[in-house]
Every structure is written in structure tokens, then in C-alpha cells.
């Protein structure tokens, strides 16, 4: 294979208390797709910012062509063919889908000529044979279809190298074939494309090479051939342990809570929940599986108590409790997990002490009629913090300087120290590395031993595999069918979150 | 009967001009993402400096250019403190504002109690001489101008580059910044020339609505174009029908005022306030409803390595 044209040297980059990179190293290859692998928060996506122009890094060079060059903003380096898609897509929602990619076309005369720009982009998205609407605003359209943009307004450059980061994360595994068929034309055709993932059998099955990165840090580059996954798994995660536990059941055949004909609207009005039907019995670990955006996070609400369904009921134990589900009665029975952990799971200024006891504050152990019991709070903590390994730093510390994962075992810690009996958890490790991880997974499928129920909304479907008792698939705010973890396939899953009723 | 029609029609115009002006500059200003709460003072400098430089220079022209000059300066103050240093864009807003307050009646005490003669009519010829509405065709230069701006704005926004970038800035300035617009530059820029704008409704004011200098004179205006850029929903066009209609009540207000009725004129000239206030609380319900043009990233100073 031929010379590599890009080189990035020494890249360091560091925020306020993080070292996100540290003399890290790469280089790329004319006609090459080379990996980025590395877990949650080894620095895969600030080092593609960094060579994005969106980061300045601190130290270390970028050679392109053999000359070393300033990427000091996006602009500088489109200019040198260098784009990316980021995790979080730079769309405008309500601009219609031409008016997104018109952003990236230059020379635009001053004055727009709609007309026969809409033909020109049109042209490209036939070849690609793509079904887009260029004059829907961009909000109406599903992720799968909002990447898909974000890729034109790659191509509609000359990009000699695209970064596409973590590109499957939202994708149902169909549409993610489809891009990898793309990204391998693309390859034989000259481009290069870097492509940052986690997953192993993406990694195998498109890379040339493999970079993979560890705490901030390269420590391995490795070609095509050289590798299996589990040689890539030990570098990615290095020599720690990985937890290993296995399943052991604890559902129970009495129905713990359901949701009947539940119809919910997001904050735009839009539709979120349809006519949805769920059972969740006592002790289960009930997985929820969909791409992102299809009702999850509606369903999460409203099993929380935080949105009102419009329609339909919720019954605990076959009561209908649907007027008093958000009005507080019932939230010492609900442990909740929320997507978005540093938002809506803590209060980043208090202490880690604080935090623990958020839930529980009124309660005659940790207060009197009018003072907390500051000891008996300090003291719960050191339980938990002991009992869930959490790294606290110093007694008094703010929560909101734990690492993600300890932030989220802080939270968990409070959840289930409230013995609930129903356990709503979105996404509870994502960002966590291996180890993490697999604690979380463990002390979820324990708790179901005291009868609670758990729904677990995942966009893993290795974890969901792995951890539940069942999967519930759901597609544009319906339940398309329910699936046994041990006898179902990834593929099966795979049709069901596209909207294919199980057969 | 026909009379006191056109003289309603007539003043809904001018007293809808200032703030038409005002609500424009600050829809430019706003669409880029910046808040501006500012629009009173940047009205009361354009007032004080396009007064003052007219009444020097006995130049209408140049009072003008004056007030865009100086409401310029101080829109630029604005989006150094906002875009630059990425300070509060409430509190500097605010600040503008009262900066504005002081600074006009600190440089504009020796011009107290002096008047000019405002600036003449144009009568378009035939136009004119249409009943009731010809007196939108018998307006001086300023009201001419101001509808040309809404018709120039819109047009920016919908048909040409520069528009559909600002209009990406104020959305999502991450989506400008990786397709290589220069966000910053985009936000002071409108900033600067929407307090331009606004700057051009306090020299009405001053000019030709009640053409010669008293303390505070534009009376809360400001403000009110700051709830008719919500009520216009960011766009040009509705900021004219939402302008025109606060001139129409302080129009009749003024009417009934003249023409002599028991209410007490305090009441009265709390009209059209208390519109305004009745303004927000419909425009702000259709928010909530979802029926916004809110530009998405209003409020949000933009940091391109801010980790979220």
C-alpha cells in the first residue's frame, strides 16, 4: 500500500482537569479505511476534532503531504479536504434538508439560486440512492436519513478524507450495512476515510488498519490480517480485569406494572408513544431495544412519573394508577437511571454526600423536623461508597468532579438504596468503560432478587443480549413484538427495530 | 368623517415607524443568536445624535448617519461584550439600555427645549390621492425607507447566502463553524448593523414623530420592539403589521385624547402598553406551543471547544 499523505504528531490535548490526549500519533493512507478503536473517553473523538480544526491541540504537529500545516478552524481544514461527522450532527433542524447542505457548497452566489442547486443536489443523492425530500426540514427525518446529509455535505467537497465518528451508534444493523457498502466504494475509488468505533465486528469487517487508543494515549497500530478480535479487545482495554458474572433469572410470573394503550407527545407535539402495550413483571430485567429517537425516551418519562401520557393507563399491580403515577405517591417505589446523567441524575454542586441521600432526604434517618442529620448522611455515604467501589476522592467532594462512570454508580447507589420496585434505567453505561460497565450490569441484574422489576432502555444490543429477560423491540413509538435474549439473533432484532413484525 | 380616518391612518404610520425601525434591528441582531435587550438605548442615542448633528449641521442626511454611526458604536460595545468576551447577553442588553438613558440625557441637556422643523413630507404623485390610504404615500423619507427594509430583509433571509448563513449562525453556530462560516464575525456584524437599525427609529423620533429634544423621549419604544420581535416570531414582515398595530392604538388613543372623553388620558396612554404586555402573553403561549421561529441557539454564547 502506498505512502500515507496525513501524519498527525505528538497530538496533546488537555481540558480543565482532563488530559484528553496525550502525544498521541497517526498516520493515514491514500485509498485506506483505518480505525480509531478505543473505549469510552480514550480520546477517539477529540483527537478527530483536533484534526477537524475544531480543537487546537496544546502540542505536536500535523504533516500533510510531508508539510506540516495550521488546522486552526473547520474552514482550514475543509480547505485541505479534511471533514468529519460528528457524534452530535451539525444540522439546523429547521432548515430544510437543501438549505443543510447548501452549507457546504462553495462559491454560492450571493443571491441563491434554489432552483438549480435543488437539481444539482438532487443528482447526488439519486446516486447514492437515497429517498430525500430536499425541502423537509431536517427534525422530521430520522437519524439514519440525518447522517446521510451530513455525509452529502461531505461529498458535495472535494474530501479527500472523511472522519466519520461512530457513524452505527444510531443505525438499525441493516442501514448500517448499507453505509459500509458506501464507505467501501468510496475506498475503492481513493478516498480515505477514518472511522471511529468500539465495535469489534465493525472493526473487522471494514478496516485496513487499526489504531487503536487507551487513555489518552496510541498504543498500537495494526494492519489488516495481524489481528482478531480478541487481540484487539487486550489492547483496547489493556490487562484489567473484565468482570465476568452470569444471568441468573429472578422473574417472577405476577405482572409488576403495565402501561395500556399509553399515547405521549414530546415537547414539539409530535407523536412519541402510540397505542404502546408493555407488561413488566416483578423481578425481570425487561430490555428495550430500538434505534434512538423511536420512543424510548418517551417511554422512560412516562414510566418515571415525569410526562403525562394523553391516553391510556398505568396500572401497578393491575390497579390503575395512571392520576397519581407523576404526582409523587409513587416515586419511593420508582428508581429511575435518567439518559442524560449529569443533567437530570445529580446536583453537579453538591456533595457526593448530598447526592446520596437526594431521594431519601426526608426520611426520620437522615433528618428531623427541621436540620439533617449531617452524620448519619455521611455515614450512608460511606456505606454506598464503599459497597458500590466508588471513587469519591476526599470526603466533601462535589459530584460533579467524579468521572462519568463513578458519577453513574453514585446515582445507581441512590436508586436502589430507596429499595424500589420498579428500576427505569436509559442507557446506564453509556460512556462507562468494561469494567464499569460490567459492575452496572451486574448490580442491575442482582437487585431483581428482592422482586424488582427493571426496564432497561439500551442502544447495545450485546448488553441487552446479555443482560435481560426478555427484549422489547420498539419502532416509531409501537411495540413491534417482544424476543427471548437466548433464542432470538442479532439480525432478528436487527428487522423488528426497522419496523419488521417478528414472524 | 373621511378626515379623522386618514389623520388615525396617518398617525398609526408615524407612531409605528420608531418602532418598526427598532424591531428590525433587533430581528437582524437576534436571528444571529445574540439577545438584545438594549433596543431602548440604542434608540435614545440614534434620537440624541441624529438631533443633535441635524440641528449642527442643518443636515437631515447627516443627523442619519449620525445615529447609525453612533448606535453602531455601541451595538459593536454590545457584541464585544457577547460574542467576543461571551459575557450575558441579558445583562449587557441590559446594561446598553440604561447606558443609552444616561448617556443621552448627559450629552443632550443643552440641546433641552430646542426644536426643528421635522422632516418634510414626499407626496407620491397619484397615490396620495387615494382615499384614506394615501396617506401611507404623503410620508417622509424614513417611513419610505423603513417598508423598503422589511422587503430587503425578508429577501436576505429567504434568497441569499449571506441570510441563510446568518440564519445558521443563530441556530446551530457548531453546523456554521464545521461547514466553515465564521460565526463570530457573522454575530458582531449583525449585532453592529442591527443597532444600526434601531438607531435609525430613535432619529424618527427625534427628526421627524415630535421633532425637537426632551429627556427620555422615546418613552419605553424601545422595549416595546423588543416584545414585537416575539410577537413577529423573528420574522420583517410581521414586525410591520405588529409595529403598525401598537401606531393604530396609540393613533386612536391620541384621537380620543383630542377629542375630549372622560377617561382619564393616563388610562389612555397606558393603551398601548398594556397591549404590549397583552402581546407577550399571547406570543409567548404560541411558544410554548411549539409555533416558534425562535432562532434555536438565541441566548447561547458559542464556544467552538465547549464540551457538551
Same mark, same amino acid.
Given at each position: 500500500m502506498?505512502?500515507?499523505?496525513?501524519?498527525?504528531?505528538?497530538?496533546?490535548?488537555?481540558?480543565?482537569?482532563?488530559?484528553?490526549?496525550?502525544?498521541?500519533?497517526?498516520?493515514?493512507?491514500?485509498?485506506?479505511?483505518?480505525?480509531?478503536?478505543?473505549?469510552?473517553?480514550a480520546? *477517539?473523538?477529540?483527537l478527530?476534532s483536533v484534526?477537524?480544526?475544531?480543537?487546537?491541540?496544546? &502540542?505536536?504537529?500535523?504533516?500533510?503531504d510531508?508539510?506540516?500545516?495550521?488546522?486552526a478552524?473547520?474552514?482550514?481544514?475543509?480547505s485541505?479536504?479534511i471533514?468529519?461527522?460528528?457524534?452530535?450532527?451539525?444540522?439546523?433542524?429547521?432548515?430544510?434538508?437543501?438549505?443543510?447542505?447548501?452549507? $457546504?457548497?462553495?462559491?454560492?452566489?450571493?443571491?441563491?439560486?434554489?432552483?438549480?442547486?435543488?437539481?444539482?443536489?438532487?443528482?447526488?443523492?439519486?446516486?447514492?440512492?437515497?429517498?430525500?425530500?430536499?425541502?423537509?426540514?431536517?427534525?422530521?427525518? &430520522?437519524?439514519?436519513?440525518?447522517?446521510?446529509?451530513?455525509?452529502?455535505?461531505?461529498?458535495?467537497?472535494?474530501?479527500?478524507?472523511?472522519?466519520?465518528?461512530?457513524?452505527?451508534?444510531?443505525?438499525?444493523?441493516?442501514?448500517?450495512?448499507?453505509l459500509?457498502?458506501?464507505?467501501?466504494?468510496? !475506498?475503492?475509488? +481513493?478516498?480515505?476515510?477514518?472511522?471511529?468505533?468500539?465495535?469489534m @465486528?465493525?472493526?473487522?469487517?471494514?478496516?485496513?488498519?487499526?489504531?487503536?487508543?487507551?487513555?489518552? @494515549?496510541?498504543?498500537?497500530?495494526?494492519?489488516? +490480517?495481524?489481528?482478531?478480535?480478541?487481540?484487539?479487545?487486550?489492547?483496547?482495554?489493556?490487562?484489567?480485569? #473484565?468482570?465476568?458474572?452470569?444471568?441468573?433469572?429472578?422473574?417472577?410470573?405476577?405482572?409488576?406494572?403495565?402501561?395500556?394503550?399509553?399515547?405521549?407527545?414530546?415537547?414539539?407535539?409530535t !407523536?412519541?408513544?402510540?397505542?404502546?402495550?408493555?407488561?413488566?413483571?416483578?423481578?425481570?430485567?425487561?430490555?428495550?431495544?430500538?434505534? $434512538?429517537?423511536?420512543?424510548?425516551?418517551a417511554? +422512560?418519562?412516562?414510566?418515571?412519573?415525569?410526562? *403525562?401520557?394523553?391516553?391510556?393507563?398505568? !396500572?401497578?399491580?393491575?390497579?390503575d #394508577?395512571? *392520576?397519581?403515577?407523576?404526582? +409523587?405517591?409513587?416515586?419511593?417505589?420508582?428508581?429511575?437511571?435518567?439518559?442524560?446523567?449529569?443533567?437530570?441524575?445529580?446536583?453537579?454542586d453538591?456533595t457526593?454526600?448530598e447526592?446520596?441521600?437526594?431521594?431519601?432526604?426526608?426520611?426520620?434517618e437522615?433528618?428531623?423536623?427541621?436540620?439533617?442529620?449531617?452524620?448519619a448522611?455521611?455515614d450512608?455515604?460511606?456505606?454506598?461508597?464503599?459497597?458500590?467501589?466508588?471513587?469519591?476522592?476526599?470526603?466533601?467532594?462535589?459530584? @460533579?468532579?467524579?468521572?462519568g462512570?463513578?458519577?453513574?454508580?453514585?446515582?445507581i447507589?441512590?436508586?436502589?438504596?430507596? *429499595?424500589p420496585?420498579?428500576?427505569?434505567?436509559?442507557?446506564?453505561? !453509556?460512556?462507562?468503560?468494561?469494567?464499569?460497565?460490567?459492575?452496572?450490569?451486574?448490580?442491575?441484574?442482582?437487585?431483581?432478587?428482592?422482586?424488582?422489576?427493571?426496564?432497561?432502555?439500551?442502544?447495545?444490543?450485546?448488553?441487552?443480549?446479555?443482560?435481560?429477560d426478555?427484549?422489547?423491540?420498539?419502532?416509531?413509538?409501537?411495540? #413491534?413484538?417482544?424476543?427471548?435474549p437466548?433464542?432470538?439473533? @442479532?439480525?432478528?432484532?436487527?428487522?423488528?427495530?426497522?419496523?419488521?413484525?417478528?414472524? | 368623517?373621511?378626515?379623522?380616518?386618514?389623520?388615525?391612518?396617518?398617525t398609526?404610520?408615524?407612531?409605528?415607524?420608531?418602532?418598526?425601525?427598532?424591531?428590525?434591528?433587533?430581528?437582524?441582531?437576534? %436571528?444571529?443568536?445574540?439577545?438584545?435587550?438594549?433596543?431602548?438605548?440604542?434608540?435614545?442615542?440614534?434620537?440624541?445624535?441624529?438631533?443633535?448633528?441635524?440641528?449642527?449641521?442643518?443636515?437631515?442626511?447627516?443627523?442619519?448617519?449620525?445615529?447609525?454611526?453612533?448606535?453602531m458604536?455601541?451595538?459593536?460595545?454590545?457584541?464585544?461584550?457577547?460574542?467576543?468576551?461571551?459575557?450575558?447577553?441579558?445583562?449587557s442588553?441590559?446594561?446598553?439600555?440604561?447606558?443609552?438613558?444616561?448617556?443621552?440625557?448627559l450629552?443632550?441637556?443643552?440641546?433641552?427645549?430646542?426644536? =426643528?422643523?421635522?422632516?418634510?413630507?414626499?407626496?407620491?404623485?397619484?397615490?396620495?390621492?387615494?382615499?384614506?390610504?394615501?396617506a401611507?404615500?404623503?410620508?417622509?423619507?424614513?417611513?419610505?425607507?423603513?417598508v423598503?427594509?422589511?422587503?430587503?430583509?425578508?429577501?436576505?433571509?429567504?434568497?441569499? %447566502?449571506?441570510?441563510?448563513?446568518? %440564519?445558521?449562525?443563530?441556530?446551530n453556530?457548531?453546523a456554521?463553524?464545521?461547514?466553515?462560516?465564521?460565526?463570530?464575525?457573522? %454575530?458582531?456584524?449583525?449585532?453592529?448593523?442591527?443597532?444600526?437599525?434601531?438607531?435609525?427609529?430613535?432619529?424618527?423620533?427625534?427628526?421627524?414623530y415630535?421633532?425637537?429634544?426632551?429627556?427620555?423621549?422615546?418613552?419605553?419604544?424601545?422595549?416595546?420592539?423588543?416584545?414585537?420581535?416575539?410577537?413577529?416570531?423573528?420574522?420583517?414582515?410581521?414586525?410591520?403589521?405588529?409595529?403598525?398595530?401598537?401606531?393604530?392604538?396609540n393613533a386612536?388613543?391620541?384621537?380620543?385624547?383630542?377629542?375630549?372623553?372622560?377617561?382619564?388620558?393616563? =388610562?389612555?396612554?397606558?393603551?398601548?402598553?398594556?397591549?404590549?404586555?397583552?402581546?407577550?402573553?399571547?406570543?409567548t403561549?404560541?411558544?410554548?406551543?411549539?409555533?416558534?421561529?425562535?432562532?434555536?441557539?438565541?441566548?447561547l454564547?458559542?464556544?467552538?471547544?465547549?464540551?457538551?
Amino acid at each position: 500500500m502506498s505512502e500515507s499523505f496525513l501524519r498527525l504528531e505528538g497530538i496533546t490535548k488537555t481540558f480543565p482537569g482532563v488530559k484528553a490526549l496525550d502525544d498521541v500519533s497517526l498516520d493515514v493512507r491514500p485509498g485506506e479505511i483505518l480505525t480509531l478503536l478505543g473505549e469510552n473517553g480514550a480520546g *477517539k473523538s477529540t483527537l478527530m476534532s483536533v484534526l477537524s480544526g475544531l480543537y487546537a491541540p496544546d &502540542s505536536g504537529r500535523i504533516l500533510l503531504d510531508g508539510k506540516p500545516v495550521q488546522l486552526a478552524s473547520p474552514a482550514d481544514a475543509l480547505s485541505k479536504g479534511i471533514g468529519m461527522v460528528h457524534q452530535h450532527f451539525m444540522l439546523v433542524p429547521n432548515h430544510s434538508v437543501l438549505d443543510n447542505i447548501l452549507l $457546504a457548497i462553495d462559491n454560492l452566489t450571493f443571491k441563491l439560486d434554489r432552483a438549480a442547486l435543488k437539481t444539482r443536489v438532487a443528482a447526488i443523492v439519486s446516486d447514492l440512492g437515497l429517498d430525500l425530500n430536499l425541502d423537509t426540514p431536517v427534525w422530521k427525518l &430520522s437519524i439514519g436519513q440525518q447522517q446521510w446529509i451530513e455525509i452529502i455535505k461531505l461529498l458535495v467537497r472535494d474530501t479527500r478524507l472523511l472522519i466519520l465518528d461512530e457513524p452505527t451508534a444510531v443505525l438499525t444493523p441493516q442501514e448500517a450495512n448499507k453505509l459500509f457498502d458506501f464507505l467501501k466504494k468510496l !475506498r475503492a475509488k +481513493g478516498s480515505s476515510i477514518i472511522f471511529i468505533s468500539h465495535k469489534m @465486528r465493525e472493526v473487522m469487517e471494514l478496516s485496513n488498519r487499526v489504531t487503536v487508543l487507551k487513555k489518552g @494515549r496510541s498504543v498500537a497500530t495494526v494492519t489488516a +490480517g495481524d489481528y482478531d478480535t480478541s487481540k484487539l479487545a487486550r489492547l483496547m482495554i489493556g490487562e484489567d480485569e #473484565v468482570p465476568t458474572w452470569s444471568k441468573v433469572s429472578h422473574a417472577q410470573p405476577n405482572v409488576l406494572v403495565s402501561v395500556h394503550g399509553i399515547e405521549a407527545n414530546n415537547e414539539r407535539g409530535t !407523536r412519541e408513544l402510540d397505542d404502546f402495550y408493555l407488561d413488566i413483571y416483578a423481578g425481570e430485567v425487561l430490555g428495550v431495544a430500538g434505534v $434512538a429517537g423511536n420512543g424510548q425516551k418517551a417511554l +422512560g418519562e412516562v414510566l418515571a412519573g415525569l410526562r *403525562k401520557p394523553i391516553n391510556g393507563n398505568i !396500572r401497578l399491580r393491575s390497579v390503575d #394508577v395512571t *392520576k397519581d403515577w407523576g404526582n +409523587g405517591k409513587h416515586f419511593s417505589i420508582i428508581g429511575h437511571v435518567p439518559e442524560d446523567r449529569k443533567a437530570q441524575g445529580i446536583a453537579p454542586d453538591l456533595t457526593v454526600d448530598e447526592n446520596l441521600v437526594l431521594k431519601s432526604y426526608k426520611a426520620p434517618e437522615f433528618c428531623n423536623f427541621i436540620f439533617q442529620k449531617n452524620k448519619a448522611i455521611r455515614d450512608n455515604a460511606k456505606v454506598q461508597v464503599e459497597r458500590y467501589d466508588i471513587k469519591a476522592g476526599p470526603s466533601g467532594a462535589k459530584v @460533579r468532579v467524579l468521572s462519568g462512570g463513578n458519577i453513574q454508580k453514585v446515582i445507581i447507589a441512590r436508586e436502589l438504596g430507596i *429499595k424500589p420496585e420498579l428500576l427505569i434505567a436509559l442507557y446506564p453505561t !453509556r460512556g462507562l468503560d468494561i469494567g464499569a460497565a460490567g459492575f452496572v450490569h451486574s448490580v442491575i441484574a442482582k437487585a431483581g432478587e428482592t422482586g424488582m422489576g427493571t426496564l432497561l432502555i439500551s442502544e447495545d444490543l450485546d448488553e441487552l443480549l446479555k443482560v435481560s429477560d426478555r427484549i422489547a423491540v420498539m419502532f416509531r413509538g409501537k411495540l #413491534v413484538g417482544i424476543v427471548d435474549p437466548t433464542k432470538t439473533t @442479532r439480525e432478528q432484532i436487527g428487522l423488528m427495530m426497522a419496523g419488521e413484525a417478528p414472524v | 368623517m373621511i378626515d379623522l380616518i386618514e389623520t388615525i391612518f396617518d398617525t398609526t404610520i408615524r407612531a409605528g415607524t420608531p418602532i418598526l425601525f427598532g424591531t428590525l434591528g433587533a430581528i437582524i441582531c437576534e %436571528r444571529s443568536g445574540v439577545i438584545n435587550l438594549g433596543v431602548e438605548g440604542l434608540m435614545l442615542i440614534g434620537a440624541l445624535a441624529g438631533f443633535a448633528v441635524t440641528s449642527m449641521t442643518g443636515s437631515f442626511t447627516a443627523g442619519v448617519l449620525a445615529a447609525i454611526f453612533f448606535t453602531m458604536i455601541a451595538g459593536m460595545l454590545h457584541a464585544l461584550i457577547t460574542v467576543y468576551l461571551k459575557g450575558n447577553q441579558i445583562v449587557s442588553g441590559l446594561a446598553l439600555a440604561m447606558l443609552g438613558v444616561g448617556v443621552s440625557a448627559l450629552f443632550g441637556r443643552s440641546f433641552v427645549g430646542k426644536g =426643528l422643523d421635522g422632516l418634510s413630507r414626499i407626496e407620491i404623485p397619484l397615490l396620495s390621492k387615494i382615499p384614506i390610504f394615501g396617506a401611507m404615500f404623503r410620508q417622509d423619507i424614513l417611513v419610505y425607507l423603513s417598508v423598503i427594509l422589511v422587503v430587503l430583509i425578508a429577501l436576505f433571509f429567504s434568497r441569499t %447566502r449571506w441570510g441563510l448563513y446568518l %440564519r445558521t449562525v443563530g441556530e446551530n453556530p457548531g453546523a456554521a463553524d464545521t461547514s466553515g462560516i465564521p460565526v463570530t464575525r457573522y %454575530r458582531f456584524w449583525a449585532v453592529a448593523l442591527g443597532a444600526g437599525i434601531s438607531g435609525i427609529g430613535g432619529a424618527y423620533m427625534s427628526l421627524a414623530y415630535t421633532p425637537f429634544w426632551v429627556e427620555n423621549m422615546t418613552a419605553g419604544r424601545g422595549w416595546i420592539a423588543v416584545s414585537l420581535v416575539i410577537f413577529s416570531m423573528w420574522s420583517a414582515p410581521r414586525a410591520l403589521f405588529g409595529a403598525y398595530l401598537f401606531g393604530g392604538i396609540n393613533a386612536a388613543q391620541l384621537q380620543l385624547q383630542a377629542h375630549g372623553t372622560s377617561v382619564s388620558p393616563y =388610562l389612555l396612554t397606558m393603551l398601548p402598553y398594556l397591549f404590549t404586555i397583552g402581546v407577550l402573553i399571547w406570543s409567548t403561549r404560541r411558544l410554548e406551543k411549539g409555533a416558534s421561529n425562535e432562532p434555536a441557539s438565541l441566548g447561547l454564547p458559542y464556544d467552538r471547544e465547549d464540551r457538551k
